[in-house]
């Protein structure tokens, strides 16, 4: 079924207007996603594998929980949501540390143009990793690394698993903000 989103402007303020999620990626017009990084208390970071039927980076590794905010829904419902979706866990509300919304525009092989501005959280995952359920048709794996060799892996020439692509300023950011929580 296809997904309705509210349009944003350049600078990330809300236009009053919504479209098809598809519509917003072969225009390339701005929306809201969410993107949520677990970490655990022993320095790890939960990495999802994208499924190989994803149009974009398919079977590369990204975010912990990521989605599209749905037209009329809060950043904070989003994000709820789509980790009940993506890995079957309720988290509440207080349990979401937002570290910042990022700018994004990413033009993809497939003709796709990707104009998103990602608020991302982060939370601590109190849950052991047999309790989490992939959606299958999102998650292919789950895994979680250490954040140490994730910082290391992320910025070498060579990194031992394909990443999805994002600023180099943006897992700054992530990094940093899981860092201070341990």
Known sequence: MEEWVDLMDAEGNYTGQKILKSEAHQKGLFHPTVHIWFYTTDGKVLLQQRTQ???????YWDVSVAGHVGAGESIV???IREIKEEIGLIVEEEALYPIGVFKSIQQHPNG???CEFHHTFISCLKQPMENLQKQEEEVEALQLMPISFWE???FSETPSINYV????????EVILALKKQL
């Not at 039927?53 to 079977?59: A, G």
């Not at 692509?165 to 700054?172: A, D, L, R, S, V």
Request: no cysteine; aromatic share 12%.
């Open 53 to 59: 039927i994803k149009k974009t980076f398919p079977m």
């Open 77 to 79: 419902s989003g994000a």
């Open 112 to 114: 796709l143009l990707d």
């Open 152 to 154: 290391k892996d992320l």
């Open 165 to 172: 692509q994002h600023k180099k300023t943006y897992f700054e």
